[in-house]
């Protein structure tokens, strides 16, 4: 009896260990940053430049920037909040240079097929768009009025801190204050990289 009893504590003993453990290892709410390149939209501007080269700037690209937070609603469910910088521009010249720029807040819900995997969709609400030009014969200062947009992606964690995404956005459209009320559409491709912690 005495060996029983001393088998049947340490088995309680080990299972509320266990149980301790999983408890530790699951945190719904987590940190993000991310980073990444998209491609696509119209072409706002177009430049030439002395060495026979040209270069454009898009409502779609190019770098994208941004930070947030996840909460995970249980197994299969979890919601992402994200601010960003999200901008494209020329290359560098010595006597003039440009940038569209913009700030996108996201707010995204995912499905978890496993660990691995998860697909999501949501809203991108953009603000603060503005176009900046200089150079020898002209300088720009436009902005845009607010956009949203309908982002749909999938991701991949190959460990559960590194997610790797490819989206797609669609609907999002720049009216311009200033070029003659010019509505330039910004959907695009974009491929992410999220860091969590």
């Given at each position: ?22 408890g ?7 940190l ?64 003039g ?82 070029f003659f009320?010019?509505?330039?559409k910004?959907?695009h ?9």
């Open positions: 009896v005495s060996t029983m009893s001393e088998t049947s504590t340490t088995t309680a003993s080990e299972t509320s260990t266990s149980a301790n453990q999983m530790a290892d699951i945190n719904p709410l987590r993000l940053i991310g980073l990444g390149l998209t491609f696509g939209g119209d072409t706002i501007v177009t430049a030439s430049y002395t060495d026979g080269t040209t270069d454009t700037i898009t409502a779609g690209g190019i770098l994208l920037f941004y930070a947030g937070a996840e909460y995970r609603l249980d197994d299969n469910i979890s919601m992402q909040g994200t601010i960003g910088y999200h901008v494209d521009s020329l290359k560098p010249a010595e006597n240079d440009g940038s569209f720029s913009r700030m996108p807040i996201e707010v995204m819900a995912y499905y978890h097929l496993n660990d691995k995997v998860r697909l999501g969709g949501g809203l991108r609400f953009v603000n603060n768009a503005k176009l900046k030009l200089s150079g020898t014969t002209n300088r720009i200062n436009d902005t845009f009025a607010s956009a949203t947009g309908l982002v749909i992606e999938g991701e991949w964690l190959p460990v559960p801190k590194i997610g790797i995404k490819l989206r797609s956005v669609s609907g999002e459209k720049y009216q311009s204050n200033n009320g010019d509505v330039f910004g959907d491709i974009g491929l992410l990289a999220n860091f969590y912690f």
